[in-house]
């Protein structure tokens, strides 16, 4: 029996291609790679549970849909961390949660995750290829401006969530409260080490 | 006066001699090496990439091993065997046509593989390696041209290691009646002409069309492989039968 159908090598194959042709316009996919070069990593999305090989070199990222030795890592999470793995600090939380499983280097999954998500790709100069320097430009600027004004919302969004957590739903303490709290448990620990030395001279 | 000619063997429709299939066949590929690649995306849909990963997940093919792309021509098999056997490992790309060998190598060094590929004009029928060689031999859209079948798969399953697979992938019969009919009109009625006007040659595709049609059937293929010791032995039907993948392990 095949653990693998035609359909998962078609799903291999438009991952495959398109992740190779992004790396094409990303000046600094090369190095990254040359860092994984003959690593194997496996993948699997929990809701899916069906793995993805990566196999890294040189030249390329090659994905197979079976593997039957053992693979350098292995990584199971969920859907939503994909979004979150953008962001190296917040691997050690998602796999706190339980949200990321790794089996193997977490250095591997950290520069696995960089490899797939970080590119620095000028995308004026390779449009400009094709409808000209101004259009591009235009076009890249517009483009900029929209994620700037989405980032600001996002960012707005969140800062009212916390807020709303921390001083209306009071479920959360907020920032000075913890200070506070650290304070008062720094002048207990202070009480504590002179009470010890007064009691060691006492023995004395 | 004689009957019937010994050592003949058909050469698509046709009967010829034995000793002249091969260079028949040497014809054919020195005429399509140069488009073969574009040829295969056109003719197929770019559909036989499909099958060629379908091929590689079922390999079995690890880090460090050692392959064979028997009848590897311009090398797409090769070039992902070589990144995922990586530096430990080996591939040999063996074809008995030099002009598909010279096509294969220069690709495969235009995309900067090199330092684990061995190139090596060979038969299928009397491989040139030592007895239990190899973790795994693939021959793809090969077997058909072979003139002795049933040599090439004891001569392959001779340099086979222990406890290593042959995957043969293959066009073959398909399993319903009206994808027979379409697959009949598309290989003798468009075929050749789409090898006319692309790749100036009409008669190599109308060999192509006609040498599948010659081909043992899936069933058949097992037993031929099971007869000179591989065991195991199963295949899959791909795009309804058009083409089958058959794996067979040496223990």
New interface residues.
């Given amino acids: 029996m095949?653990n693998?159908t035609?359909l998962?090598?078609?799903v291999?194959?438009f991952v495959e291609t398109a992740l190779n042709k992004l790396h094409q316009l990303d000046s600094s996919a090369k190095q990254k790679r040359k860092a994984l070069d003959?690593t194997?990593i496996g993948v699997a999305l929990k809701e899916i549970d069906k793995p993805l090989y990566f196999?890294i070199?040189?030249?390329?990222i090659?994905i197979?849909?079976?593997?039957?030795?053992q693979a350098d890592c292995f990584i199971r999470l969920n859907f939503l961390a994909l979004i979150d793995l953008q962001d190296n600090h917040q691997l050690t939380n998602l796999i706190k949660s339980g949200q990321l499983e790794v089996n193997g280097d977490i250095k591997v999954v950290q520069q696995f995750a960089l490899l797939l998500t970080e590119m620095d790709i000028d995308w004026e100069d390779h449009l400009s290829n094709k409808v000209g320097d101004l259009v591009a430009h235009k076009l890249v600027y517009h483009i900029k401006q929209l994620n700037k004004q989405f980032c600001k919302q996002h960012n707005k969004a969140q800062k009212q969530l916390t807020e709303i957590i921390t001083e209306e739903l009071k479920l959360a303490p907020g920032p000075l409260e913890v200070a506070h709290f650290c304070d008062q448990v720094s002048d207990i620990e202070k009480q504590i080490q002179a009470l010890e030395q007064k009691f060691l001279e006492v023995k004395l | 006066m004689s009957e019937i000619q010994e050592n003949t063997t058909h050469f698509g429709f046709k009967t010829v001699e034995e000793d002249k299939k091969v260079e028949l066949v040497a014809e054919v590929f020195h005429s399509v090496a140069a488009k073969y690649d574009v040829m295969n995306d056109v003719l197929s849909l770019g559909i036989h990439?499909?099958?060629k990963?379908?091929t590689?997940?079922?390999s079995?093919i690890?880090?460090g091993q050692k392959a064979l792309d028997l009848a590897g021509g311009t090398g797409d098999l090769t070039a992902?065997f070589s990144?995922?056997v990586?530096?430990t490992g080996q591939v040999v790309l063996a074809d008995i046509n030099d002009s598909m060998l010279k096509v294969g190598r220069s690709k495969l060094r235009d995309?900067?593989?090199e330092g684990n590929i061995e190139y090596v004009q060979a038969n299928a029928e009397e491989l040139p390696f030592p007895d239990n060689y190899f973790d795994l031999v693939t021959i793809a859209f090969g077997l058909r041209n072979v003139t002795d079948k049933d040599k090439a798969l004891a001569s392959i399953y001779r340099v086979l290691k222990p406890g290593g697979r042959l995957l043969v992938l293959e066009f073959s019969k398909p399993i319903y009646k009206p994808v027979s009919k379409f697959y009949d009109f598309y290989s003798f009625n468009i075929l050749p002409k789409l090898g006319k006007l692309i790749a100036n040659d009409s008669e190599s595709y109308q060999y192509l069309a006609e040498s599948i049609r010659m081909h043992p059937n899936q069933e058949t293929l097992k037993e031929m492989m099971n007869d000179v010791g591989f065991e195991g032995t199963e295949f899959?039907n791909?795009?309804a039968g058009i083409v089958a993948l058959h794996r067979g392990y040496k223990y």
């Fill in positions: 095949s693998v035609p998962d090598n078609l291999c194959a003959g194997i196999v070199s040189q030249q390329q090659d197979l849909g079976q593997y039957e030795g | 990439r499909i099958w990963r379908f590689i997940d079922c079995g690890r880090k992902k990144r995922i990586g530096k995309l900067g593989l899959f791909l795009s």
